[in-house]
């Protein structure tokens, strides 16, 4: 038997903070039926034969009966709410794992809901479960459960992938079928009702419908028959958007096809959703709808692959097979043979197979490739698996909503028992007492709250999808408003990809700093241009890495057939008569080695000969070289403190004539050492046009602004400088030139002419943080990671260069923990760590704007003729003739335009413009709905993904999570005073008889509601502010406010009732008669509908955040009608709306003190918000935001 304690977490993953087993109980033994079958017997039994001995009177039989079935149904409700709920009522806990049935499943925050699975077992022992399209696996030694393991997670090595055969045997394929199942994205698409059902029993909708039936026993029909309506419209829109995500994310999945499989010894065509891992598949070109079925790795051939799908880049890459590599070593698919890794979801745009010799090739003659990963076990899988089950909305059932409404329930408790009190006393109808009660303990718990939250959120969505900014986890974007520091990587996010080359340097005779234009270089630097790279010609183009491309335009040669590379023009024709370079083989660039080489084939009048090309980093190459020059150093950083990019070349030559065997067999390490010096390549990296002035308005706007880059430390800091992140004298803190260890740092001036030792061991002197602007090398901040002095160090530090991908990831690591909320801004490629880490991770693409142009263009049309299409169905579905289709899609359907030209010679032949403005109108309608997003949308890399490469993505995003943000906690103090006033007015105003028309209460409920609705579309201002806003709702300011305008409404109303009473007698008040209108109902309506004005007026939110009141008209005008409506109803300036809102007519005296203080309580309450914000907001930045100077 095995057992274990139930409350160990049984499941090895991060995203699951818990987990137990159990096994299920019959549906009589549920805790919501056998309890209360005894519990309805014995109230039943107590109400035939002991009724006078236990309840004796109407109050308590309805009290108990009403207790005993919303005590039922909270537990049926519960069990829906609530995983542990459901496990503790429906099911038996199990410590056995054979005996277990099923596994409660509880996931980390905004990591989907939780779950009850079914445990599984197969046929040979295995034990496992799904949850959220992802497999797990139990472990018999360590009594866990593990992801499914795939085939390179149990063995790595080389050897196992390139001599593989594929599967051989038909048990081996009924094994692995049943251990992976296929690989498919089958993403059930549930029906509207059942949809519908799930969000119609969520904890504040079933509050909603218990509110709407209070107020229906309260006779307020039409007020509850208006909001039942707004409830059911806003859920049904939020079902029907939910199924058009979830019929998008169906679409994901790639349609089968046939592809090549090598099993049972033989190449056979099988669907490309019936793959498995361990399978052996020919690669071919993508189809114009396919791509890559699975993850792959390349085991013989080469290809290129475009990877927008999954990464967001478009720049085609070349994929290179494993075929060199050394069979006892690992296959590392994050470094070195990432350029091997063939993912899910790419498009193949070219391949080039191996020689028959080579391999046994299908009759497809396509490149050999391994399946390594199959369903959303892929890259492509956990993307759609994030878009499917992170969290949707920004939910209201977290500790801050919880402590908000517990703060709310204290007031209505209090008042609930005043009434209890009162009521006794004067001897009121008990059923009466007992529903006024829980009306006013249910008025303070804001059923708006998350339908408002949703909005807001919905509403950045929406503008940043106008932006070309998606995103996959909406939960983050407050987040973006409560940024503390923003890490940007430098190449190809401050600076554009199409760098400039200045020239090559080092190697003119007079002066090394003399530049040289590439081809007027000497013969083997031309040729060490000529071969180090890793372009490759795709249909009569030149594709890669736009630096390399670069580099060969300014070498003025060009990439010919076979990777022969000659001179692109007659001026070189001298260097072509006598040599010929053949690019045979590449390594790489690596991020962690910073290099790339190859060896080519020079064919020259004397014979071939084997060329070496080498280049990367001057620190690194300078390890490399068999000779140094004298003045190296100097050289390559008299251009890096200018802020060029530099790269050092290097060659050597192997023995004549090598064969492409001897070529293969030849060791990276032995290429890439004892090389000749061959100059360095000096490029001009131009900032993005919107980099300054995005980062300075990041810089004025409270953020800590940094740099991480892979870059050269002096390089760095020039751009740092120029986009303003360093403005004093920089310290860069690095190794030691010639340290014999590396815990020997030194500070040194970027002139090096300060140079002051460091040991990393003592703390660092205070004066270097205060007297200048810090830089950190990479080498230098792994002395550090396991100091306490880090957090410090990290703290004051701007410029971080020469990291690696995992150091990127390092810092924001350590920049969290410290309590900041931290973005980082990089490429999907190389950044994918650090993205993943921060709080709002952004993927900057190279999209173009008038390729989005374009793209929207075509959805445009796409939308227009969906909705022509609809059109024809239903009027041919009635008989009816066509309408006229829209002028922009008219000549897609020319036979409806001939047929009605034919039917009626003098009908239109295209729709009028009327009709196409209505087309725009509703396509304008499905813009402003929250974005589906689509696979090349998102990256896998990042939460949000900004198609264009511009800067000013980072500024639009903090402005939408700004604007959030505020939206957001003004909507908490809006509905906490709206639910206070109710609170008092249902109770102390209940009592003197002050009693609301079904007509006046649904009117202001319908104004309120467009009044909330247009708070959330407030749109941010241009200008980010200095200012930040309140992070949370719990502050003296927020707090103090709340209650001190309360105070100032409680005191309005006090007044006027008792103006009232002065001016008519006291009446006995009856609290079940009709609505008969009074002066007392008229006046305390009138203020109140003031009161809610000036709530909303005075605690929006604008500058410097968002529009200002006035500049946000819909709800200006709104709050205008209502002021208005106040205003007319206490002057009777419109008698015929008293009459409609069955106001009694008021006498002069009484008009004028009752406007005298609506004007009052508003400026009054106004003065206690503007004060408080001035003594007690807190809109300082946090101290890392601020510059020393």
Not at 182 to 194: G, K, L, S
Not at 436 to 464: F, G, Q, W
Not at 1144 to 1170: H, Q, R, S, Y
Request: glycine share 4%; net charge neutral; proline share 5%.
């Amino acid at each position: 038997m095995l057992h274990f304690r139930a409350s160990k977490n049984l499941v090895n993953a991060k995203s699951i903070i818990q987990s137990s087993l159990h096994t299920r109980k019959s549906l009589l033994w549920h805790g919501y039926i056998w309890p209360f079958l005894c519990l309805y017997s014995l109230w039943l039994y107590i109400y035939i034969y002991s009724y006078e001995e236990y309840l004796a009177s109407e109050e308590w039989t309805f009290l108990t009966l009403v207790s005993l079935i919303t005590m039922n149904a909270l537990i049926f409700l519960s069990c829906q709410w609530s995983v542990r709920a459901k496990a503790c009522f429906t099911c038996e806990t199990k410590n056995d794992i054979r005996r277990a049935k099923v596994i409660k499943i509880i996931p980390a925050p905004h990591k989907g809901k939780g779950e009850l699975c079914d445990l599984n077992s197969a046929r040979n022992g295995e034990i496992s479960f799904f949850y959220q399209k992802k497999k797990y696996v139990w472990d018999d030694d360590k009594k866990v459960f593990n992801r499914l393991r795939y085939p390179i997670d149990m063995d790595s090595r080389i050897s196992i992938f390139r001599n593989s055969k594929g599967l051989e045997t038909v048990n081996e394929i009924k094994s692995v079928q049943e251990k992976y199942g296929f690989n498919r994205f089958d993403i059930p698409v549930p029906t509207f009702r059942e949809l519908f059902k799930e969000h119609a029993v969520a904890p504040f909708f079933v509050f909603q419908l218990f509110c709407v039936g209070l107020w229906v026993m309260d006779e307020y029909w039409y007020y509850s028959l208006f909001t039942l309506f707004m409830l059911v419209v806003f859920e049904s829109t939020v079902v029907f958007q939910r199924l058009k995500t979830l019929a998008e994310f169906r679409t994901m999945s790639i349609k089968p096809y046939p592809i090549y499989v090598r099993r049972k010894g033989r190449w056979v065509t099988v669907n490309s959703d019936e793959l498995l891992p361990g399978d052996l598949v020919s690669i071919v070109r993508s189809k114009e709808d396919g791509g890559v079925p699975c993850d792959m790795v390349l085991v013989n051939g080469t290809c290129i692959v475009n990877e927008a799908m999954l990464s967001g880049e478009s720049t085609p890459l070349l994929k290179e097979s494993i075929h060199l590599r050394e069979g006892n070593e690992e296959l590392d698919i994050n470094g070195i043979d990432k350029n091997s890794l063939i993912f899910g979801g790419t498009k193949v745009l070219q391949v080039t197979p191996p020689s028959k010799e080579e391999a046994a090739l299908a009759s497809d003659n396509g490149c050999i490739a391994y399946v390594l990963r199959t369903g959303f076990g892929t890259a492509q899988g956990k993307l759609v698996r994030t878009m499917v089950y992170s969290t949707e909305h920004v939910s209201a059932n977290n500790l801050e909503s919880f402590l908000f409404i517990l703060f709310l329930l204290i007031f209505a408790i209090s008042a609930a028992g005043y009434v209890w009190v009162k009521g006794v006393e004067n001897d009121r109808k008990r059923s009466k007492l007992l529903l006024d009660c829980i009306l006013i303990i249910t008025s303070v718990v804001p059923p708006e709250l998350p339908m408002e939250l949703s909005l807001a959120v919905n509403t950045s969505l929406v503008a940043l999808a106008k932006f070309a900014i998606f995103c996959t986890e909406p939960f983050r974007i407050p987040f973006a408003g409560k940024i503390d520091v923003c890490a940007f990587d430098k190449t190809g996010t401050l600076t554009g990809e199409n760098l400039v080359v200045e020239g090559v340097a080092g190697i003119h005779p007079d002066d090394s700093k003399i530049l040289m234009k590439p081809p007027e270089a000497l013969r083997d630097t031309i040729q060490t241009l000529a071969a180090a790279h890793a372009l490759v010609r795709l249909d009569d183009n030149i594709v890669g890495d736009p630096m390399e491309k670069a580099t060969l335009e300014a070498l003025e040669w060009k990439l010919d057939k076979d990777d022969t590379v000659i001179p692109a023009n007659q001026q070189s024709q001298r260097f072509q008569s006598r040599s010929k370079l053949q690019i045979r083989r590449r390594f790489q660039f690596s991020s962690a080695l910073k290099r790339m080489s190859s060896v080519s084939t020079v064919t020259t009048p004397r014979g071939k000969k084997t060329f070496i090309a080498v280049k990367g980093a001057p620190e690194t190459l300078r390890q490399m070289y068999a000779f140094v020059p004298d003045d190296y150093e100097e050289t390559f950083k008299f251009f890096t403190r200018r802020g060029s990019r530099v790269l050092a070349l290097g060659f050597k030559y192997l023995q004549d004539n090598m064969s492409l065997e001897e070529i293969n067999d030849l060791q990276r390490e032995s290429v890439e050492n004892e090389l000749n010096f061959a100059g360095f390549l000096i490029f001009h990296c131009p900032l993005k046009e919107d980099a300054v002035s995005t980062l300075k308005m990041l810089n004025e706007s409270s953020h800590r602004v940094i740099m991480i880059t892979g870059d050269n430390p002096l390089t760095a800091c020039h751009v740092a400088r120029e986009v303003a992140i360093v403005e004093r004298d920089v310290l860069i803190l690095d190794i030691k030139e010639d340290a014999e260890n590396p815990d020997e740092l030194v500070w040194k001036s970027v002139d090096e002419k300060i140079m002051i030792p460091v040991n990393p061991v003592e703390p660092i002197e205070p004066s270097i943080f205060r007297d200048y602007d810090i830089c950190i090398t990479g080498a230098a901040l792994s002395q550090y990671e396991n100091r306490p002095s880090v957090k410090e160090l990290l703290r004051h530090t701007w410029v971080y260069a020469r990291v690696s991908p995992g150091q990127k990831e390092f810092i924001l690591t350590v920049l969290k923990q410290a309590g900041y909320v931290t973005l980082m801004c990089g490429d999907g490629t190389n950044d994918v760590g650090a993205l993943k880490q921060a709080h709002i991770g952004v993927a900057l693409l190279d999209g173009k704007p008038e390729d989005l142009k374009k793209i929207a263009e075509h959805h445009r049309m796409q939308r227009l003729k969906d909705m022509f299409e609809n059109q024809l169905k239903f009027t041919a579905r009635f008989n009816m003739p066509p309408p006229p289709p829209p002028a922009a899609i008219a000549h897609l359907f020319p036979h409806i335009t001939q047929q009605l030209q034919q039917q009626n010679p003098a009908a239109p032949r295209r729709a009028p413009a009327q009709v196409d403005q209505i087309a725009e109108q509703l396509i304008q309608d499905f813009d402003d709905e929250p974005p589906t997003i689509k696979l090349g949308d998102a990256s896998v890399a990042a939460p949000f993904t900004s198609k264009l490469s511009n800067v000013v993505a980072i500024a639009n995003i903090v402005r939408q999570g700004r604007c959030t943000l505020v939206a957001t906690i003004q909507m908490y103090k809006i509905l906490a005073l709206n639910c206070l006033i109710s609170a008092y007015t249902l109770s102390v105003l209940y009592l003197d008889g002050i009693k609301y028309d079904d007509w006046q209460v649904t009117i202001s409920g319908m104004l309120l509601a467009v009044c909330f609705l247009c708070i959330s579309k407030a749109r941010p201002l241009e200008k980010l502010s200095e200012q930040r806003p309140q992070t949370n709702i719990f502050n003296f300011y927020i707090i103090l406010s709340i209650l001190g305008q309360f105070a100032i409404h409680i005191a309005s109303l006090i007044f006027i009732v008792d103006l009232v009473f002065k001016h008519e007698e006291r009446k006995p008040v009856d609290l079940e008669g009709e609505f008969e209108p009074s002066l007392l109902n008229t006046a305390v309506y009138l203020i109140s509908l003031s009161m809610q004005v000036s709530t909303f007026a005075i605690n929006y939110q604008g500058h410097p955040f968002r529009e200002s009141l006035k500049e946000n008209t819909a709800l200006y005008y709104g709050l205008l009608t209502v002021g208005g409506i106040a205003f007319a109803g206490a002057t009777e300036f419109v008698p015929e709306l008293n009459s409609m809102l069955k106001l009694v007519p008021l006498i002069n005296d009484f008009k004028l003190k009752l406007v005298g203080t609506m004007l009052f309580d508003f400026f009054c309450a106004w003065l206690i918000e503007i004060i408080f914000k001035f003594l007690f907001a807190n809109n300082k930045p946090k101290d890392i935001a601020r510059k020393t100077r």
